[in-house]
């Protein structure tokens, strides 16, 4: 490159001159770092946005060990992306306050105490996932044993996803799968228990029709059939336990059943739960 004054008539005075410099290896160095820079940047930004595509889910697991080995493979798998993790169904329900997952995983070793989680999440008034008006996750439990009671329990309670314990990683993700297609799945263990309850369903609806409810009568109803005991169902109606306990009698003779399983598989039968569970405290008088 010339830098030059201009002097008398045509001549012209060179102040400097630089030569053409070839580029040094330390520009090509540079060059090809900003190349991989920005391979890297738009592979991150591809990650995120599939990341950002994949389906929610929340693990509640009492064992650490078990919550971060899935952790690890569905984000590993892209499979789904995890929100957050719980190890009691406290902290589960918390999490639920102000997370919308698009599913729950959730063990069967939290015990007795998850059927009543599920029906909070589910059905109550002061249900935890639909104190928003939202709708509350699908539930896919996993883990679970061949206790028929345990398994019929959490259906009634309203699981979407029922799995056993000697199921695959695999089968536990067509389970996941079919609940977000708003379908339901059991592992096939458990076909016999439920063809079992739905044949007693059978028998059960056949001798009941033409049963007409008050709305006293459906409420007491559905309190049962979403597994409240009497002391519950005394507290929520804001009664004695001694009401609740006469009028349940009343309302079994009613129906012709002879226990509270029984009364639940009317409720199913006959859309109970699904209508709205409207409790009105001390809307049935004292006995």
Not at 10 to 36: C, H
Not at 208 to 229: I, K, P
Not at 238 to 246: C, H, I, M, W
Request: hydrophobic share 45%; proline share 4%.
């Amino acid at each position: 490159m010339l830098l030059a004054e201009a002097g008398g008539g045509s001549s012209t005075k060179v102040l400097w001159r630089q030569s053409p410099v070839a580029p040094s290896e330390s520009d090509g160095e540079s060059v090809g770092w900003s190349r991989e820079l920005r391979k890297a940047t738009e592979s991150v930004q591809a990650t995120t946005k599939r990341r950002t595509d994949l389906s929610t889910v929340i693990i509640g697991d009492p064992h650490a060990a078990v919550r971060q080995s899935f952790r690890h493979y569905l984000e590993s798998a892209g499979k789904l992306r995890v929100l957050g993790e719980a190890g009691e169904l406290a902290r589960l329900a918390s999490l639920l306050e102000w997370q919308r997952p698009d599913v729950v995983l959730v063990s069967a070793a939290f015990g007795p105490g998850l059927a009543h989680f599920i029906r909070a999440i589910k059905r109550l008034p002061q249900g935890l996932a639909v104190a928003d008006g939202s709708p509350a996750p699908p539930l896919v439990v996993y883990g679970l044993g061949n206790d028929s009671d345990v398994v019929l329990a959490l259906a009634r309670a309203g699981a979407e996803a029922l799995v056993s314990a000697e199921a695959s990683v695999q089968e536990l993700l067509e389970a996941v799968e079919a609940v977000l297609r708003r379908e339901r799945y059991v592992s096939p263990r458990y076909g016999g228990i439920l063809l079992r309850e739905v044949q007693r369903w059978s028998v059960i609806h056949e001798g009941q029709t033409g049963v007409r409810l008050t709305r006293r009568e459906t409420q007491l109803l559905q309190l049962v059939a979403s597994g409240l005991s009497n002391k519950e169902i005394a507290e929520a109606l804001s009664l004695a336990e001694s009401t609740v306990k006469n009028r349940l009698s009343l309302l079994f003779d009613k129906l012709g059943v002879k226990d509270r399983t029984q009364a639940a598989i009317f409720a199913l039968a006959n859309g109970v739960l699904q209508q709205p569970l409207a409790v009105e405290r001390a809307s049935l008088p004292e006995a």
